[in-house]
């Protein structure tokens, strides 16, 4: 248990980190390497590229789920994937900690004291809201309303760039079984000319491969790691709404360590009064 002067004197909160995720930069480089391997090996890498293939999957892709978003949603889905590769996020068990403290120091100085470290906050702007609601005297249940409904609303917009990561998945592939078809189609027109079957076979060929790549190696997986980093964020300003909410509500930090760790996995728990 820390020192009870140090506890009600001041607060320890850092900014949340961004750091680089290495599991993606890792599943992104072996996979897409060892398929580059496969073509190197098989002797004929330069049979893989195709130009209309890719003008066909790739910019059609783009532009059918486009058909499904706001022009604004897709002009931001560019930071969709530095957001997978570069993860900003706080341990829910540190925010825990420091969720505690707060509680302390109004439990041993009054909610008031809590302004003494509102400018610590400013880095961790959903908790600084919620510290700042207390000081302001609203009750603890608006509190949660007022947190809860502003949670609720970036997992909308999480859930909105990864629906575009899965619709451009949902896409890809049908993007490749068009350009199969107009490369048989091109194929059976021209069967008298044998110098063309085979730009033609090539079309119908790749664009079917490139479809799948895109869709299985690409946009799917980078839509499970939009969802696991929301889903972290959504745990850590669970935390920060139950410790606002609770300060608000003036109940005793003891019983806000037990409700906290309801809500935290196994292996995140706190135990910050033993």
Same mark, same amino acid.
């Given at each position: 248990?820390a020192?009870?002067?140090?506890?009600?004197?001041? *607060?320890?909160i850092?900014?949340?980190?961004?750091?680089?995720?290495?599991a993606?930069?890792?599943?992104?480089?072996?996979?897409?390497?060892?398929?580059?391997?496969?073509?190197? @090996?098989?002797?004929?890498?330069g049979?893989? $590229?195709d130009?209309?293939?890719?003008?066909?999957?790739?910019?059609?892709?783009?532009?059918?789920?486009?058909?499904? =978003?706001?022009?604004?949603?897709?002009?931001?889905?560019?930071?969709? /994937?530095?957001?997978?590769?570069?993860?900003?996020?706080?341990?829910?068990?540190?925010?825990a900690m420091? *969720?505690?403290?707060?509680?302390?120091?109004?439990?041993?100085?009054?909610? !008031?004291?809590?302004?003494? $470290? #509102?400018?610590?906050?400013?880095?961790?702007q959903?908790? =600084? &809201?919620?510290?700042?609601? *207390? $000081?302001?005297? +609203?009750?603890?249940?608006?509190?949660?309303v007022?947190?809860r409904?502003?949670?609720n609303? +970036? @997992?909308?917009?999480?859930?909105?760039?990864?629906?575009?990561?899965?619709?451009a998945?949902?896409v890809?592939?049908?993007?490749?079984?068009?350009g199969?078809l107009i490369?048989l189609?091109?194929? !059976?027109?021209?069967?008298?000319?044998?110098?063309?079957?085979?730009p033609?076979?090539?079309?119908? #060929? @790749?664009?079917?491969?490139y479809?799948?790549?895109?869709?299985?190696?690409?946009?799917?997986?980078l839509?499970a &790691?939009?969802d696991?980093?929301?889903?972290?964020?959504?745990?850590?300003?669970?935390? /920060?709404?139950?410790g606002?909410a609770?300060?608000?509500?003036?109940?005793?930090p003891?019983?806000?360590?037990?409700?906290?760790?309801?809500?935290?996995?196994?292996?995140?728990r706190?135990?910050?009064?033993?």
């Amino acid at each position: 248990m820390a020192d009870a002067g140090e506890v009600a004197g001041s *607060v320890s909160i850092g900014a949340a980190r961004t750091q680089l995720d290495l599991a993606t930069v890792i599943g992104l480089v072996a996979g897409f390497g060892l398929v580059a391997a496969a073509l190197v @090996l098989g002797g004929a890498p330069g049979a893989f $590229v195709d130009i209309p293939s890719v003008l066909i999957v790739i910019i059609g892709t783009l532009s059918i789920t486009m058909v499904s =978003y706001s022009l604004t949603e897709m002009l931001r889905a560019g930071k969709l /994937f530095m957001k997978t590769m570069f993860f900003s996020g706080r341990d829910a068990s540190e925010a825990a900690m420091q *969720v505690l403290q707060l509680a302390e120091i109004a439990r041993k100085s009054g909610v !008031l004291s809590l302004q003494n $470290v #509102l400018e610590d906050l400013k880095s961790e702007q959903f908790l =600084y &809201k919620g510290i700042s609601l *207390v $000081v302001d005297g +609203t009750p603890g249940e608006e509190v949660e309303v007022i947190m809860r409904r502003d949670m609720n609303s +970036t @997992l909308a917009r999480h859930q909105r760039s990864a629906g575009i990561m899965r619709r451009a998945a949902e896409v890809s592939p049908a993007m490749g079984l068009i350009g199969t078809l107009i490369g048989l189609v091109q194929m !059976l027109g021209n069967l008298e000319d044998p110098s063309s079957i085979g730009p033609s076979m090539a079309v119908a #060929l @790749l664009t079917t491969f490139y479809g799948a790549v895109m869709a299985n190696m690409l946009f799917l997986p980078l839509a499970a &790691k939009l969802d696991r980093n929301s889903q972290e964020e959504a745990l850590t300003n669970s935390v /920060f709404l139950m410790g606002a909410a609770s300060i608000g509500r003036q109940e005793n930090p003891r019983r806000l360590e037990m409700l906290i760790n309801s809500v935290l996995p196994p292996a995140k728990r706190v135990s910050f009064f033993e």
